[in-house]
């Protein structure tokens, strides 16, 4: 394998999306929601491993969930796992993985790709990371992947291309639009949804960093001897009180003018709500997903249920419910209102403190 | 104490009723599905205790749960535990307490209850037995206890008097009614609602179960001698492979010419199903009935929430709905659809066996 090609996993989410099984102890990164056999990141770890030495992973994450790392991909050491002392959104993180990777390996080519998305096609999936890889390293370009979009999905972002080419440079980038918009994006067909996943060398973010990011890349460039050094936990700490949370798209994709998308149709999804676990998994006849070794449905319809191991669940007299028990919580909501799951967390959290969270 | 009176407790039951809270391992008399900080069969000791001595319980129950009886009523001895190998209804169980208690006070005077129903005005329940044990000290009587309906109850069986006074002969029985036949008995005033709580002297019983249920007394009499000696269990597992099921409502009160009503209005319910007990619980603002340390509930209305202790629950979007959960399973199931959790049962037996039953 390339020995200059390094991926850097983002993996500092907390996930409250899926509580109750998500929690601040264990987010969704850890998880194996979709009942597959292995959580989220061992999966993308396993998926880059195809093509990355495992000397060339470096994981960003918060410091909290280090160990978690070591336990799902055990394949790396200590010292490739960055630790975060508090989320600063994508930007710090990337930067920290960039000015990390500048003192090991100057010439490194970077994917940068979050730790809980699905990818069903992986070796449609490596046909576009080999051939973004092969784009970059002939072009000074911030390449992202931008997935054929299949429905007007609200809940991603979108990226405007110029021109309907596999590689295209980029028009701009758009936030979540509402079902008109996203209609009218999957129509007129310049637009592809934002996956999160970046190629490019080393030298080009460092130097967009120091033309977009200057305060971020004067703080990062300002410790970088430290970087894997005994120094490196201290530095890191003050850097991350200073920085602005920021993310990578807003401070450096949609400014840039050497940006670039390449199109890819490999069966993504972020699989970021409850709603699209239950589109992403496989249904029974009455269009229930059951997570669970015994689950009784008798009329019930279009739901989720998930079950802690050994649970017997008899549900009776639902249409277009999500269901999640877990030991210590159980939560029953209709699926068009999973959005106010942020405020159930909210107010149990305001009842019994952090231990259900 | 008058030490003629004994107490029998009828605690055989499996309630199925209130799966998946009790079990076949520990039925609703050893639970406290109110939440009142006892279980029913404790409750009920303690109601009878005001007036009969302890050494003047009996309780009959299946023999796998002897130990859990006297777990709950440390006060009694084994011995005054009767232990049935098979259910066969009430009239085994009552002649099997009649025959015990012939072999130690041929005087003795008999209340007989159900373990697992719920008084709310204890003081009165008391009144009216000592009314009803006046009554049968003086006359031949077998007495039961009919309860002043309130409502026209579907769930329960009546009982016809023949005259509106506290005590009157009995006109005749009736199975449980529908709704229109509920409706005119509660209209018409002459039909109270069958407690199952019945007095009478141990003399009159016996010599009911001789003249009606001649079978039944010719297998007890023929091992009357072995009761309370070491022989008394071979004995009594031979009697109740040969004694018909049957319940003492049928065999003998529905026959005999000496049965009288005391009507009384004390607060019961046998709390025989989720809705009762979704009727006695005290409901919060939405008409919940929340049984659970923290239960947090949106748009919802009407339903029973059962938890087990330190579970959290987040519940939206419920009208009408029965939701238990426990530590091996979860129900949800519309109020109106809980005759059907003996289905569930099954249907759960059928996948994983006996295990959650």
Partial sequence: ????????????????????????????????????GRSFIRHTYERFAKIIPNENFIVVTNRRYKQQVLEHIPELSEEQILCEPIGRNTAPC???AAYTLKQ????????????????????????????????????????????????????????????????????CFTEKPNREMAQAFLDCGEFLWNSGIFIWRLADIIAAFEKYLPEHSALFGAIERKLGTEAEAEAIELVFSQCKSISIDYGVMEKADNVYVHSGDFGWSDVGTWGSVYQQSRKDRYANVLNGSTIQTYNTRNS???????????VSGLKDYIIVDTDDVLMICPKDEEQNIKS??????????????
């Fill in 1 to 36: 394998m390339n020995s200059n090609r390094y991926c850097v996993i983002m993996a500092g989410g907390i996930g409250s999306r899926f509580w109750p099984m998500s929690r601040q102890s264990c987010p969704k990164q850890f998880l194996d929601i979709l009942g597959t």
């Fill in 94 to 96: 990337i930067a920290y």
């Fill in 104 to 171: 090991k390996n100057p010439n490194a080519e970077m994917i940068v790709s979050p730790a809980d998305h699905l990818i069903l096609n992986e070796n449609e999936f490596i046909r576009v990371l080999e051939s973004s890889l092969e784009f970059i390293s002939k072009n000074s370009a911030l390449m992202t992947i931008g997935i054929t979009p299949t429905r007007p999905e609200t809940g991603y972002g979108y990226i405007q291309r110029t021109t309907n080419d596999t590689i295209s440079a980029v028009k």
């Fill in 304 to 314: 989720l249920i998930s079950l802690p191991k050994d649970k017997v669940a008899v």
């Fill in 344 to 357: 159930f967390i909210e107010d149990v959290k305001y009842v019994t403190g952090d231990k259900h969270i």
